[in-house]
């Protein structure tokens, strides 16, 4: 038979653990910014952009991936009348760059322009929707059920997006979450949180991630057989054209460089299948198209994705092609 002051005991350590369970559960779904990996202050900062009445009345957007994140400098590329924002965010896809144009409209003021930069991959496949747009609560419930909703309508088995995870999962099971805030909360991770926010307001959004001399590692592209575009990842693209078009936004297209090591290993079929695929929404969207797929010298990359060195070349010539289509 169980004494008093065993079940006493017992009683008193279930109200410790699910009180210190219920302050835990708070903390990982109310302060993420205390314990989220580098990438969450760049894609809360977007979200604070966006969400905001914001006072510099951007006229240009920036709306990509990493790529687009690291190779564009709003600060280089600005000059008189024209005031530019990166809002690209890594791993980011037309998903996310729909919902970041669709938030910016309802409480900005309508921006001239938007240059939209995704990488072949990017167009291709996701491989964060369940680990930064859902984990980092990027889009609320109904718009992340939205999404899902649109790859069980036209997609075999949520082919993009994967279907082994639920929206809900994140908001109901915060162990999910355990390992990651943990290691959060010994590194101090709010503190990089607050540099990196500082960092993103002044330089507009630019951000750099691999910082070596040069890269010649391969890409992600180099391991796919082919370029052919997910059938969800052209739905989100071609709603983002339509409402850029529909609020009589002039878009661009910019195609980030390949390290050279990458672009080597690439097959023709595969370069000359992206172009064309670019080209035709170019055409049918009246979509100004300021590149084609190519390559820069790996001495320009940080790591094998992304521009370290070249940013400030890459940005300039962004910034030449756009001015030269006014």
Known sequence: MVSINNRKFVFLYLILFFTLYGVYSYIVLNYKYMYMNIEY????????????????????????????????????????????????????????????????????????????SYSPFHLAKQDVFWHRTVRFNFLDIKKLNEIINASSEIEVSNATLGSKDKVLDYYIYTGKYMREFVIGILEKRWGQYFDTINNLEKSNGHHYFGKLNLSNGLNAEVKMA???????????????????????????????PFNKSSFDKMNSSFKNNYNKYIKLLGDRYNMTVLNKLYYLENENF????????????VTLEIKNRFFSKQ
């Not at 998903?95 to 144009?101: F, Q, S």
């Not at 370029?227 to 195609?255: A, V």
């Not at 940080?302 to 070349?313: C, M």
């Open 41 to 116: 202050p760049m894609w809360d900062n977007v979200k604070s952009v966006i969400s905001n009445n914001n006072k510099n009345n951007y006229n240009v957007l920036y709306i990509g991936d990493s790529r687009a994140k690291a190779g564009f400098i709003p600060n280089l590329f600005n000059k008189e009348h024209i005031k530019s924002v990166n809002l690209a965010l890594g791993g980011g896809t037309p998903i996310e760059g729909y919902y970041t144009l669709k938030e910016y409209l309802k409480n900005n003021i309508t921006p001239k322009y938007i240059i939209l």
């Open 302 to 313: 940080g790591d094998s994705s992304h521009l370290f060195y070249g940013a400030e070349k």
């Open 226 to 256: 082919k370029f052919t575009p997910s059938i969800l990842l052209s739905l989100y693209l071609d709603k983002l054209l339509e409402l850029g078009k529909k609020n009589n936004i002039k878009i661009y297209y910019y195609t980030m």
